[in-house]
């Protein structure tokens, strides 16, 4: 069973947030836009598969960093749905458009490019969370999105620790 990828800390509780649609609008492409947490969980479980085979360690790794994404999933669409907007998956909520497409995950197959592609998913989601920090006017939400930020920059440091043996080759 492969353990969840995190920091050993509390997330901030939304169970007392407020409607706030701004609020809501500035992080719902993290919760299912095209470079979202819904993309990265299935962008690893993707990767798993073909890690499967591969490499035993790996996969429980990119495993364990899809359970930390579902966890984020799971958080913000709590604090989307208590900011007052639907959590529906599309990065523009309450329209019922621009609905996520799994064409955004990355298909590759060859292990250092699914790494690098991770690696990659990650760092864009921590520009992402920093230009949504800087726009929030809520700080609670704030920090909510600071705290995932943590998990992400761990995730980074734990894909490129298996992309290196990758690179020696």
Do not use: W
């Not at 790794?61 to 958080?75: F, K, T, V, W």
């Not at 197959?109 to 790494?115: A, D, F, N, S, W």
């Not at 600071?146 to 992400?152: A, F």
């Amino acid at each position: 069973m492969s353990k969840i990828i995190a920091l050993d800390l509390p997330y901030p509780t939304a169970s007392d947030l407020e409607k706030d649609l701004d609020s809501a609008r500035i992080i719902a492409p993290a919760y299912a836009g095209a470079r979202g947490e819904l993309n990265a969980v299935l962008q690893y479980i993707y990767h798993f598969y073909q890690f499967n085979a591969l490499s035993d360690d790996t996969a429980n790794a990119l495993i364990g960093i899809s359970l930390a994404e579902m966890r984020h999933l799971r958080i913000l669409g709590e604090v989307m749905e208590k900011l007052g907007a639907d959590p529906v998956y599309t990065a523009m909520p309450p329209y019922m458009q621009n609905f996520y497409s799994a064409a955004f995950v990355s298909y590759s197959k060859t292990p250092k490019k699914m790494l690098l592609d991770d690696i990659a998913g990650e760092l864009v989601a921590i520009n992402d969370y920093e230009k949504m920090l800087a726009r929030l006017k809520n700080e609670k939400v704030a920090a909510i999105i600071s705290r995932i930020v943590l998990d992400e920059e761990l995730h980074v440091k734990v894909l490129k620790e298996k992309l290196a043996p990758l690179c020696r080759d």
